[in-house]
């Protein structure tokens, strides 16, 4: 079945970076498109980036030039590199399957990730 297990998160001071990963299987890596999504505690998933299988890349205005995606066919494995991280940038980070049209639909992301960003 698909599995998505993300990692990487942990503490970093305002300013800091973070890389993040996503280890993926039971489906065929290359063919689809993968997000990352974040999620504050009491409010839902927001799509924040997605890479495609042209490795055409996609985010949010608010991490765009801070947080590069990228994948690794050869590893099945997505990465987020995050850097100057700001407070606001304090989430719990999902990995999923499908782009920012239809990542819902699709219903495959995993248990996530923590990242907290405080001095």
């Known amino acids: 079945q698909v599995q998505l297990v993300e990692s990487g998160g942990g503490l970093v001071q305002p300013g800091g970076s973070l890389r993040l990963s996503c280890t993926a299987s039971?489906?065929?890596?290359?063919?689809?498109?993968l997000s990352w999504l974040r999620q504050s505690p009491g409010k839902g998933l927001e799509w924040i980036s997605e890479i495609r299988t042209s490795y055409t890349t996609y985010y949010i205005d608010a991490v765009q030039g801070r947080f590069t995606i990228s994948r690794d066919e050869d590893n099945n494995k997505l990465y987020l590199q995050m850097t100057n991280l700001k407070p606001e940038d304090m989430d719990v980070y999902h990995c999923?399957?499908?782009?920012?049209?239809?990542?819902?639909?699709?219903?495959?992301w995993g248990q996530g990730t923590q990242v907290t960003v405080s001095s």
């Open positions: 039971g489906f065929t890596f290359s063919d689809v498109a």
């Open positions: 999923a399957i499908g782009s920012e049209g239809n990542w819902t639909l699709l219903g495959s």
